[in-house]
């Protein structure tokens, strides 16, 4: 069956510090593949999406993220965080199939806090 | 540009009321559209899409059901409300290249 695992529920880092969360997938294919950050009562935005090509993909926010398809991984990473960015990271993905309806998987979330 | 709209934005009803939510969406034509519920630790659960105008498929039984009586409209509705049904509902919508786009959100809290 296919799943998504984001193995962190939550994370605390420094301001400035470097950022990754983790993403793996269990799937029969490359999947499309997806990252959205939800901020506290509000809807998800997406951050950023790999199709093909290019496996290292650059997202709004300045966050980027890295496909690998030998870990079946898709993590997200940001060189320094901001206070604005702690918030509840969702991983997703969705079928490569033709006629598919369109539907995502969504991981559980990462909630990252973020220290002054 | 597209956008999609939701309302209310809170909702507090008692257990055994009726339940109406619904989303719209502006700038697109025939969107794949979506309700999501959002329980606390739980993720996304996806509870219904659709296609196209009056074409419904449920992911999960429940007392909740879902009507597309419009192309950019979709209504999420229960006859009877149930304390387990309490989350935060999201609506999305997306073209056939997969990625979705979010509403705001309905709180609702069932008393």
């Known amino acids: 069956a296919q799943s998504v695992t984001q193995p962190d529920i939550h994370i605390t880092v420094s301001e400035g510090a470097s950022l990754e969360l983790r993403c793996n997938y269990s799937y029969g294919a490359t999947p499309y593949l997806f990252w959205y950050v939800q901020s506290p009562g509000q809807g998800l935005q997406l951050l950023l999406k790999?199709?093909?090509?290019?496996?290292l993909v650059q997202g709004i926010k300045g966050f980027e993220a890295e496909f690998k398809r030998s870990q079946s991984s898709f993590n997200l990473r940001k060189p320094s965080v901001h206070w604005s960015d702690a918030a509840e990271y969702f991983c997703?993905?969705?079928?490569?199939?033709?006629?598919?309806?369109?539907?995502?998987?969504f991981g559980k979330g990462t909630k990252l806090s973020v220290k002054p | 540009s597209q956008t999609i709209h939701q309302w209310p934005a809170t909702l507090v009803q008692p257990v055994g009321s009726p339940l109406s939510l619904e989303c719209t969406v502006e700038g697109t034509s025939n969107p794949n559209l979506y309700w999501y519920r959002q329980a606390a630790g739980r993720g996304l659960q996806l509870l219904f899409y659709?296609?196209?105008?009056?074409?419904i498929s449920s992911e999960v039984p429940q007392n909740l059901s879902a009507s597309r009586p419009q192309d950019r409209q979709f209504i999420l509705s229960s006859k009877k409300l149930l304390l387990s049904d309490s989350g935060f509902y999201l609506c999305a919508w997306s073209s056939r290249v997969h990625e979705q786009y979010f509403g705001p959100g309905t709180r609702l809290t069932v008393t």
């Open positions: 659709s296609v196209g105008i009056g074409q």
């Open positions: 997703a993905v969705g079928a490569r199939l033709e006629g598919s309806q369109g539907n995502l998987i």
């Open positions: 790999y199709f093909s090509g290019d496996t």
